[in-house]
């Protein structure tokens, strides 16, 4: 054995050195630690926060709510276009939650544009289905990256900051017209809700096919101005919606959205033309309405990437996005969950 | 000297190597997924889970395997200090191999969160939802990783210094192909 082929301990300890140091630096490097730019899960949740800072305890986007449970009834029909379990004719539980677009839990619910739905849907062979909707035909962006950057530019003190954002995301002045123009409703019953996200079904022939979904109220829908509304009170949605589904079970058509080659599929922002085949796949009941502080919808997080075996994500930026913000905003929350009770205040368990 | 130390048992060899890369890939799709929210988010999140728990069966595995065939002495000239933080620092790796995986299963399920690995392999719940274990088990599969990184540094560190430096044999009873000490032509 020659000990010359061998380098000196120094230069031996120098080599240790430089392997050890580059794998702690690949590690930070991969962390993001030296990539201040990269938009992570963190810096888009944090950018929902209202200058006050968040509502602590409660979800990062979409924090006023209330839960539902019910079923949802499909009719078969899917199973043309996908081999999910859940569109086999049958009837499956419901966990839900009607939602606003806001950051404030305590929002005067007149005040808030968008509102929205969280569904799950679970199958006896224990698959689950997650999906979030709101009321919008599009969304405001075309990205995730610009998403945040409307989120920035829409809490910016400086006066030209909407007006730049605008210049350089002129989709969102689609949805600026949409939202000062489309009728208001006094309730979540009357709303439908769409995916706007797209998705790609996959039939038990193994055809994959590109989609959106939405769900279509059964309610007559009735426009109120925002005026009419901002008299009804500020928690007016929660209070219809109650006493409508002690009255009655409430219902929508789930409808599934299918793409022609050549429609815009990764970008919400762009509705697909009113002609696309829509196959009915079942109907949505929502049979009782629970508060959201002890209710079954508090701790799930409707991460539009839980799919059943039969859907997947497509070539759509969004629901990577939304998982990650979502997880985020999941972790924060439930970690200050002390900070929004059980029970009201005061109040013996 | 060199001579006296025995190798691993190939199996256990191909054990420790197999795993090496694998958890090493872990750290990186760990912290790389958690910062990220570009469409490789979600392959990084399924891939994370799906090598974790390969990991999680590989490590019981090779628990088995080492208590079948034992380990190599280690040199007996090697000082007792150091001698103990090799033994200790072994048990914390097996520890970490199992603790990590299940952390992140049990974080999962504390969260409702359907855990699905190899696309489509479903696995049941181990603890129900709950938001104060979700936190506990969160925070300890988050400060766990780093330290896990940290110790396998170390674990590296000491591996070259045996092999580079003190030519003692250790590295090479792990060595995944026979190293120059043990079998070279001219011996
Ligand atoms: C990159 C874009 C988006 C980001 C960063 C984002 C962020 C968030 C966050 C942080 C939450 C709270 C999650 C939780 O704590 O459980 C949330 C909830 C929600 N989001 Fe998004 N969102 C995005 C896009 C969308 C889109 C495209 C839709 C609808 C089509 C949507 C609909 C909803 C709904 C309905 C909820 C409430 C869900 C529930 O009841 O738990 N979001 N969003
Ligand atoms: C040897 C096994 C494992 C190692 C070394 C490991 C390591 C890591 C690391 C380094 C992170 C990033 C922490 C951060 O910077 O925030 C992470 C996050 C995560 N890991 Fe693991 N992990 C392992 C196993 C698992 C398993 C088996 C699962 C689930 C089945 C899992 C689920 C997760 C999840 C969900 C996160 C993100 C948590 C969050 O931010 O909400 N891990 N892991
Ligand atoms: C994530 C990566 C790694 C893990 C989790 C790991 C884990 C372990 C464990 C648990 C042992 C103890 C074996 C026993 O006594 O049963 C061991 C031994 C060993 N490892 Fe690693 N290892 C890793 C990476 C590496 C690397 C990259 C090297 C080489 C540069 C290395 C070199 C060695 C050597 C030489 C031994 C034998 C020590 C002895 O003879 O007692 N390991 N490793």
Known sequence: MSDTHRPTPVGSLALIAVIIGGGAAAFAYTAGWFSPQRLTPMKMVAAFAPPGGPALGHRRNHAKGIC?????????????????????????????????????????????????????????????????????????????QAFYDLLKASKDKAADAMKNFIAANPEFSHFASWAGSAPWTASYAEEPY??????????????????????????????????????LGPNFLEADIAKRVAAAPQRWKLVVIVANPGD??????????????KIDVGTLTVTKIEPEADGPCREINFDPTVLPAGITTSDDP?????????????DLRTAESKYYPRTPTGEKQ | MTGEMQRFHPLQRLLHWVMAVCVLAMFFIGVGMVSTVMPKFLPLMATHKSLGIAILVLVIVRIAVRLRYGAPALPADLPPV?????????????????????????MQSAADYPVVIFDGFRLPPIVPQSDTLHTLFWDAHYYLAFCFFALVLLHIAAALFHGLVRHDGVFEAM??????????PAE
């Open chain 1, 264 to 277: 815009p599929t990764a970008d919400p922002s762009k509705e697909w033309p009113a002609d696309r085949r």
């Open chain 1, 68 to 144: 539902f449970t019910g079923t949802f009834e499909a009719n078969g029909a899917g199973t043309e276009i996908s081999k999910a379990v859940v569109f086999e004719k049958g009837e499956y539980p419901v966990v839900g939650r009607f939602n606003l677009g806001t950051q404030d839990p305590n929002v005067d619910d007149a005040t808030v544009r968008v509102r929205g739905i969280g569904v799950q849907i679970t199958t006896p062979d224990g698959q689950v289905w997650r999906s979030a909707m709101i009321d919008p035909p599009f969304f405001p962006v075309s990205t995730p």
């Open chain 2, 175 to 184: 060595a995944p192909v026979p190293t120059h000490p043990r079998t070279a």
């Open chain 1, 318 to 330: 969004f629901p990577a996005a939304r998982s990650a913000a979502y997880m985020k905003s999941y």
């Open chain 1, 194 to 231: 769409n995916s706007l996200n797209s998705f790609v079904m996959t039939n038990k022939a193994g055809e994959p096919k590109t989609v959106r979904w939405g769900i279509v109220p059964e309610a007559q829908v009735i426009p109120v101005s925002q005026d009419d509304l901002k008299k």
């Open chain 2, 82 to 106: 150091i001698r103990l933080g090799a033994e200790l620092s072994h048990y914390a790796l097996y520890a970490l191999l199992i603790a990590m995986p299940l952390l992140g299963w049990a």
